[in-house]
């Protein structure tokens, strides 16, 4: 049976010959055929020449997502395990990734896999579709997951808001064995608590770990100020790196409740330590009034710009937090700072930080730039999928 066929305005096929996944509400001129949401189409240039395989998703204003752009493709079971095993592997391959049990298996459009999330825990593998196109395959992606994995618990956790713009509600359920408690996984020298089922994203910031290892060069007899700190990522790197003082803030109370318990988990002593419950805004502001000193200052707030329209706001917000938290570093310090919003761009962010520099009279070298980790790759062809980055700055 022939697939439903889209075909795209005069002009719109551009991008697609780029190999961008995504194609626009905007771009489509006729669904010739019946395609119900998920279902396989095949898009056509405006002239009738094949473009490739994607996903119909009628909700949503990326009305289809790319599977493939090769002619003669199936899209089928075999094509996910075949796409799902190549993830598995590159991540089992990669020489950044061998001194942890935890890592991003599968990441969406970078992996060719559209809206398809897999991060393993140890033992555990987290699963979450995000579009139509990953919900239509949810049976064959379980099984390709399964198959390419020795793991033995899964768990689908498909509650981002995100979903509901492909018209699909939130899904979180067991699809086999059952969850430790507590789930610990190992990264680097340390051991990390994460919370499958409630925490964020799919229980830790996989993204950060390359960032928090920096911890092991820069945290040694320093006084560490981990502002957004969620479950204690960065400052407990710090503190099993040999920091003097650790200050672990967060909005969030069973985040640092968290971030204690990884204390235990570690064998390290909690008289280095003070977790502060606070909005980091006016805390910043009460520590510089106190005249607190640091000697690193690590700030990874969360998405402040999530649409254009508050990128204006949002600036201003990333441009606050870092203009308080400089006047807190001693001369010679380091600031990491952070900004997972895809809408600010990394030059963009650079002026932000540069600005608030000029604001607080310091003198400001960026000694690197930083990313996510490798596990979140970046295909050249989607470039919105580098979200994170940050800045190691030397404060002077
Ligand atoms: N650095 C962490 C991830 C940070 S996520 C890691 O590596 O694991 C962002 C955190 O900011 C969340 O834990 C959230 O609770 C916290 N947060 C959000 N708004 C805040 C605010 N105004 N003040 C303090 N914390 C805030």
Same mark, same amino acid.
């Given at each position: 049976?022939?697939?439903?066929?889209?075909?795209?305005?005069?002009?719109?096929?551009?991008?697609? *010959?780029?190999?961008?996944?995504?194609?626009?509400?905007?771009?489509?001129?006729?669904? *010739?055929?019946?395609?119900?949401?998920?279902?396989?189409?095949?898009?056509?240039?405006?002239?009738?020449?094949?473009?490739?395989?994607?996903?119909?998703?009628?909700?949503?204003?990326?009305?289809?997502?790319?599977?493939?752009?090769?002619?003669?493709?199936?899209?089928?079971?075999?094509?996910?395990?075949?796409?799902?095993?190549?993830?598995?592997?590159?991540?089992?391959?990669?020489?950044?990734?061998?001194?942890?049990?935890?890592?991003?298996?599968?990441?969406?459009?970078?992996?060719?896999?559209?809206?398809?999330?897999?991060?393993?825990?140890?033992? +555990?593998?987290?699963?979450?579709?995000?579009?139509?196109?990953?919900?239509?395959?949810?049976?064959?992606?379980?099984?390709?997951?399964?198959?390419? +994995?020795?793991?033995?618990?899964?768990?689908?956790?498909?509650?981002?808001?995100?979903?509901?713009?492909?018209?699909?509600?939130? *899904?979180?359920?067991?699809?086999?064995?059952?969850?430790?408690?507590?789930?610990?996984?190992?990264?680097?020298?340390?051991?990390?608590?994460?919370?499958?089922?409630?925490?964020?994203?799919?229980?830790?910031?996989?993204?950060?770990?390359?960032?928090?290892?920096?911890?092991?060069?820069?945290?040694?007899?320093?006084?560490?100020?981990?502002?957004?700190?969620?479950?204690?990522?960065?400052?407990?790197?710090?503190?099993?790196?040999?920091?003097?003082?650790?200050?672990?803030?967060?909005?969030?109370?069973?985040?640092?409740?968290?971030?204690?318990?990884?204390?235990?988990?570690?064998?390290?002593?909690?008289?280095?330590?003070?977790?502060?419950?606070?909005?980091?805004?006016?805390?910043?502001?009460?520590?510089?009034?106190?005249?607190?000193?640091?000697? %690193?200052?690590?700030?990874?707030?969360?998405?402040?710009?999530?649409?254009?329209?508050?990128? *204006?706001? =949002?600036?201003?917000?990333?441009?606050?937090?870092?203009?308080?938290?400089?006047?807190?570093?001693?001369?010679?310090?380091?600031?990491?700072?952070?900004?997972?919003?895809?809408?600010?761009?990394?030059?963009?962010?650079?002026?932000?930080?540069?600005?608030?520099?000029?604001?607080?009279?310091?003198?400001?070298?960026?000694?690197?730039?930083?990313?996510?980790?490798?596990?979140?790759? %970046?295909?050249?062809?989607?470039?919105?999928?580098?979200?994170?980055? =940050?800045?190691?700055?030397?404060?002077?």
């Amino acid at each position: 049976m022939s697939l439903p066929q889209v075909f795209l305005r005069a002009g719109r096929d551009a991008s697609l *010959r780029r190999r961008h996944p995504w194609v626009f509400t905007g771009a489509v001129a006729e669904l *010739r055929g019946r395609a119900a949401p998920g279902d396989t189409v095949a898009v056509h240039c405006a002239k009738g020449e094949l473009l490739g395989l994607g996903a119909w998703s009628p909700a949503s204003q990326i009305r289809v997502r790319m599977w493939s752009f090769e002619a003669g493709e199936h899209i089928d079971e075999d094509f996910f395990l075949r796409r799902v095993m190549h993830a598995v592997s590159q991540r089992l391959a990669d020489p950044w990734l061998q001194d942890t049990n935890a890592r991003r298996l599968v990441n969406g459009e970078s992996d060719g896999l559209p809206g398809v999330i897999a991060d393993q825990y140890d033992n +555990v593998v987290v699963m979450q579709l995000l579009s139509a196109g990953a919900e239509r395959w949810r049976d064959a992606l379980i099984a390709a997951l399964r198959a390419s +994995v020795a793991c033995e618990v899964f768990l689908e956790r498909s509650d981002s808001d995100v979903r509901a713009k492909e018209g699909l509600a939130p *899904r979180v359920v067991m699809v086999a064995g059952e969850l430790p408690a507590p789930l610990l996984i190992r990264e680097g020298p340390v051991r990390y608590e994460v919370d499958c089922q409630e925490g964020h994203k799919t229980g830790f910031y996989l993204d950060q770990r390359d960032n928090r290892a920096l911890m092991d060069q820069l945290a040694g007899e320093a006084r560490v100020l981990n502002c957004f700190a969620y479950t204690g990522g960065f400052g407990v790197r710090a503190l099993a790196a040999g920091a003097q003082s650790v200050v672990q803030l967060d909005a969030s109370a069973p985040a640092l409740a968290c971030a204690q318990r990884q204390l235990e988990h570690n064998a390290l002593a909690a008289q280095r330590v003070e977790h502060v419950c606070a909005n980091a805004f006016g805390w910043l502001r009460e520590a510089r009034q106190q005249r607190r000193r640091f000697d %690193v200052v690590i700030l990874d707030p969360p998405k402040f710009v999530a649409g254009a329209a508050q990128l *204006r706001r =949002g600036t201003r917000g990333y441009k606050d937090i870092n203009l308080q938290a400089l006047d807190l570093i001693a001369p010679g310090g380091w600031l990491l700072t952070f900004s997972c919003s895809g809408q600010v761009e990394p030059r963009l962010f650079q002026k932000i930080v540069a600005d608030a520099a000029l604001d607080a009279g310091r003198e400001l070298s960026i000694v690197r730039w930083l990313h996510q980790s490798g596990d979140h790759p %970046v295909t050249a062809a989607f470039p919105e999928g580098l979200y994170l980055k =940050g800045l190691l700055c030397r404060v002077n």
